[in-house]
């Protein structure tokens, strides 16, 4: 029985929900795709089949494949981004703020989670301009605001004196091993996954008299 937890499919409709057209499908079609095949192993009839769409079509809204990555990067960026902020704009302890983003990150749906891996591994197809680009806003959005937060939770006495950038990218790194899609699990499992990591990351640098 399927766990009711469990996130959707790629291509997998939640009941309830209109059926996705145009460009919000051939978005979704194609990270799916660049993401099982790479980028140099999808054609634009592969994208455009499996989007339902004539090439014609496809070539309305996309001129090429360079352009359909460049908008799955900067539209999933951006939406990333505008969660993160409304986590820290919250008035929680840094602490919290940071096991709230861990969370969030984690329990991420696993197309959204094999974007950032896609970023990752797919943007040296983008030119140089763009790439660098996406390099520093991939940077900031996940290194630069879990730097940012360590640096407070530091202040406030929340965790021990810590180098920021350093503890970020070990936090980070952790996380990073899921982003990839043969490493994803169900909601559940990257819940429990979520708490493992934050586990491991706050009891290395807690407070107490232990830790002096």
Excluded: C, W
């Excluded at 004539?54 to 359909?68: G, N, P, Q, V």
């Excluded at 959204?112 to 140089?128: G, K, N």
């Amino acid at each position: 029985m399927k766990d009711p937890e469990d996130r959707d499919d790629f291509h997998e409709q939640r009941e309830g929900f209109p059926a996705l057209t145009g460009k919000a499908l051939i978005l979704q079609s194609a990270t799916a795709l660049f993401t099982s095949k790479g980028f140099y192993g999808v054609s634009m009839r592969e994208i455009a089949d499996a989007s339902q769409m004539t090439k014609a079509a496809l070539y309305y809204h996309f001129r090429d494949k360079d352009a359909l990555l460049r908008e799955i990067f900067s539209s999933y960026l951006l939406e990333f981004e505008e969660h993160m902020q409304a986590i820290q704009r919250q008035t929680k302890s840094a602490r919290q703020r940071i096991s709230d983003l861990v969370e969030y990150i984690m329990t991420a749906s696993p197309q959204r989670l094999s974007v950032i891996h896609l970023i990752f591994i797919e943007s040296q197809h983008l030119d140089s301009e763009f790439r660098q680009e996406i390099g520093q806003q991939y940077h900031n959005l996940f290194l630069g605001n879990l730097e940012e937060l360590i640096s407070e939770a530091v202040k406030q006495n929340e965790i021990v004196p810590t180098d920021p950038q350093l503890a970020a990218q070990i936090l980070f790194g952790m996380m990073h091993l899921y982003f990839h899609p043969h490493q994803q699990k169900s909601f559940s499992e990257m819940k429990l996954a979520s708490q493992l990591i934050q586990r491991i990351f706050f009891e290395g640098l807690q407070t107490g008299p232990d830790k002096a």
